[in-house]
């Protein structure tokens, strides 16, 4: 326990280190860029690591997981009443029959790719009395054959529409886009590809800052085409099985 808690430590000191150097590389902010600490298929014990060193924005791909996750947290905390309250963003493919799951703890949905989608959030959280912000998922490779990866996200023809219904629905506030680098090829002509239609969006929507892009593997390249959100799993809590 205390190994894994040094572990988590010097995995953060690591993580922040590179966002703090990446940042300076193009002459951004650090603190422009948040870091969400992609728990999946890690313990609620390593989420409350994260939290008692000062780490509160966690993301779950999975409802089944997240949902247990996200309530043993909320009973660890309630028990304790010291660590601050996680904020939880959901950054994995939702089907709509687990949405009123997802809105009793998610505070962020990243991963919204549908008009079906936004209309059953909007009534699961207007009925949960939440209010939740939404970012629209962007599918940066949407020639390519659909490979089971679960990368998904919305045409990037369709976004504007998706992000309109957003921002008109009572429940959901657009944060902005986010996205997955294509497998198997460099990140930047993608993320430049997503920079655009980041700042298409801004000009249609001023307040949808958010970008959510840039992993383990690229955060550098993410942060470089002006990424506010890194979602960051291996690098900070290690390995996880291949096929999730
Ligand atoms: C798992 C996951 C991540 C984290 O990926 P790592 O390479 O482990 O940092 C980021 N985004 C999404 C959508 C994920 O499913």
Request: glycine share 8%.
């Amino acid at each position: 326990m205390a190994d894994r808690a040094a572990e988590i430590a010097a995995n953060l000191a690591a993580v922040n280190a590179r966002i703090s150097a990446a940042c300076a590389a193009v002459g951004r902010d650090a603190a422009e860029v948040t870091l969400v600490a992609v728990t999946k298929f890690h313990p609620a014990s390593d989420v409350l690591h994260l939290l008692r060193l000062g780490h509160r924005v966690f993301g779950e791909n999975r409802d089944q997981e997240a949902s247990a996750k996200a309530a043993e947290v909320a009973a660890k905390l309630a028990d304790t009443a010291s660590d601050p309250a996680p904020e939880w963003h959901f950054i994995g493919q939702l089907q709509t029959n687990k949405v009123k799951s997802v809105v009793s703890y998610a505070d962020v949905v990243e991963s919204v790719d549908r008009l079906a989608l936004v209309t059953a959030l909007d009534r699961a959280a207007v009925r949960a009395e939440r209010k939740l912000r939404a970012f629209v998922q962007v599918n940066l490779d949407p020639d390519a054959e659909r490979d089971g990866s679960g990368r998904g996200g919305a045409h990037p023809d369709e976004v504007l529409e998706i992000a309109a219904a957003v921002a008109g629905s009572d429940a959901l506030s657009l944060g902005g886009l986010m996205a997955v680098a294509p497998l198997g090829v460099p990140p930047e002509p993608a993320f430049a590809r997503l920079a655009t239609l980041a700042a298409q969006l801004r000009g249609i929507h001023a307040d949808a800052v958010s970008l959510s892009a840039g992993m383990s593997g690229d955060l550098e390249a993410a942060i470089a085409a002006g990424a506010t959100h890194v979602r960051i799993g291996t690098a900070l809590l290690g390995g996880r099985p291949p096929l999730r």
